[in-house]
């Protein structure tokens, strides 16, 4: 079992930054990919960015060059930075982990409006 637990989410004017933290506990193996998936009202959860153990991230094309996905696996956790913020990044940003299972956070909202 892995657990994750979100930090990080709010209200921000577009332009403005928002770094989400992510922190895995339980049984976490040294091979894994972390990262964040989001949902906006009325659509899919659709993938923001992962990263892999050794630290390789890849990042949806609608991000890249705006959001940075990092991690620490000394702490088991991985963040986001958020740059340049829009109106269309508003979703509950979520969480998450696989090895040979896969799992999710609670999620966390962020709403960039002026």
């Known amino acids: 079992q892995v657990q994750l637990v979100e930090s990080g989410g709010g209200l921000v004017q577009p332009g403005g930054s928002l770094r989400l933290s992510c922190a895995a506990s339980g049984s976490i193996f040294s091979i894994n990919a972390m990262g964040w998936y989001r949902q906006a009202p009325g659509k899919q959860r659709e993938f923001v960015a992962l990263i892999t153990s050794v630290g390789l991230p890849n990042y949806a094309d609608s991000v890249k060059g705006r959001f940075t996905i990092s991690r620490d696996n000394a702490k088991n956790t991985v963040y986001v930075q958020m740059n340049r913020l829009k109106p269309e990044d508003t979703a509950v940003y979520y969480c998450?982990?696989?090895?040979?299972?896969?799992?999710w956070g609670q999620g966390t909202q962020v709403t960039v409006s002026s």
């Open positions: 998450y982990y696989s090895d040979s299972a896969h799992y």
